[in-house]
């Protein structure tokens, strides 16, 4: 079963808005990342948080990460229609890229 | 520098064929990992591979499925007889070590069991 949940599981903004998606997961981890889908297509690593880091920052992209809570969020600001995709986190528990994904979250962003 | 390769994009069979999927790492990376995504929902971790071994297949089904990744060539994740319930997009991601758990994904083939 998925480890991870995410929510909401579907989100609807305007173009200029911000996003922000959750993700909750069960075990201990190594690392969480977070991973953006457009539809048919594969995956691209967007950013990753190790354990130890509280915060992290990629252009228009901020990642937080509560291992008390077992929970991230990922925040995108001033959105662009081209950020439309699913938004999918991971974790790893040390063994490489053997990665657990949550549910993942769709993001539609309007003109 | 090509990025993962992932052939066939599109792959129809019948039940009860075989269906071979094929992948090609990034230059330069030699772990490489097969993942399943059913309809709707988020990918789930099937085998992981490097030159010649099985590293772990703790999420691959215990029948019908296999995967290789040989000295030469590229890594092939082979179903036997294959059923409706089968029919899945399946990704192929690549790493370059151990220690960077960063994966790169391939486009994926999406398996269609009539």
């Known amino acids: 079963s998925q480890q991870g949940e995410e929510d909401p599981q579907a989100l609807s903004i305007q173009e200029g808005e911000n996003a922000t998606m959750n993700c909750s997961y069960k075990t201990s981890i190594n690392n969480l990342q977070w991973y953006r889908q457009n539809s048919g297509r594969g995956l691209v690593h967007l950013i990753l948080?190790?354990?130890?880091?509280r915060e992290k920052h990629s252009g228009r992209l901020r990642v937080t990460l509560d291992t008390s809570k077992k929970s991230s969020s990922l925040l995108i600001t001033a959105s662009r229609a081209a950020d439309t995709a699913s938004y999918f986190c991971a974790t790893d528990t040390g063994t490489a890229s053997k990665l657990t994904f949550g549910t993942g979250t769709r993001l539609q962003v309007t003109l | 520098n090509a990025g993962v390769m992932q052939n066939p994009r599109h792959l129809v069979r019948r039940r009860g064929q075989e269906a071979r999927l094929r992948c090609s790492p990034m230059?330069?990376?030699?772990?490489v990992y097969w993942y399943r995504q059913l309809p709707e929902e988020g990918l789930k971790f099937m085998v992981y591979l490097q030159k010649e071994n099985i590293i772990d297949e703790s999420g691959m089904p215990k029948e019908r499925f296999s995967a290789e990744f040989p000295k030469e060539g590229p890594s092939i994740l082979r179903i036997q007889q294959v059923v409706r319930g089968d029919s899945a997009a399946y990704f192929c991601?690549?790493?370059?070590?151990?220690?960077?758990?960063?994966?790169?994904f391939g486009q994926g083939t999406r398996l269609t069991v009539v």
């Open positions: 230059k330069g990376h030699s772990h």
């Open positions: 948080i190790r354990s130890n880091e």
């Open positions: 991601a690549s790493s370059p070590f151990t220690g960077d758990s960063r994966a790169f």
